[in-house]
């Protein structure tokens, strides 16, 4: 009923920027927080950051200042613009979504394929 596509993940360079893209469908009624986690082989998934529907924002000590969460509620969109790439934030790139559905007026997570990041010479 509904899906969060990922899209803009890639090879770069250490020190080089991505802009990540997720976009929400379906029978979407509201999308509230929405956020970017990661997971790096071998590892757990973490936030990175997240923002709720009004633009507050959230991120994780080691992307603060270089990544920038934010958002387009009238697309149902969110994205992630990563800035000074360092190879530890190579790792598989989620979207996740509050939404409430159309159909039963509840509140569900929704989470995107990934998009992969890989940082390196």
């Known amino acids: 009923q509904v899906q969060l596509v990922e899209s803009g993940g890639g090879l770069v360079q250490p020190g080089g920027s991505l802009r990540l893209s997720c976009a929400a469908s379906g029978r979407i009624y509201n999308v509230y927080t929405m956020g970017w986690y990661r997971q790096a082989p071998g590892q757990q998934r973490e936030l990175v950051a997240t923002?709720?529907?009004?633009?507050?924002?959230n991120y994780v000590d080691s992307v603060n200042g270089r990544f920038t969460i934010s958002r387009d509620n009238i697309r149902n969109m969110v994205y992630l613009q990563m800035n000074r790439l360092k190879p530890v934030d190579t790792a598989v790139y989620y979207c996740?979504?509050?939404?409430?559905?159309?159909?039963?007026?509840?509140?569900?997570?929704?989470w995107g394929q990934g998009t992969q990041v890989t940082v390196s010479s």
């Open positions: 996740r979504g509050e939404i409430t559905l159309l159909t039963t007026m509840t509140r569900e997570d929704f």
């Open positions: 923002i709720t529907r009004d633009g507050i924002t």
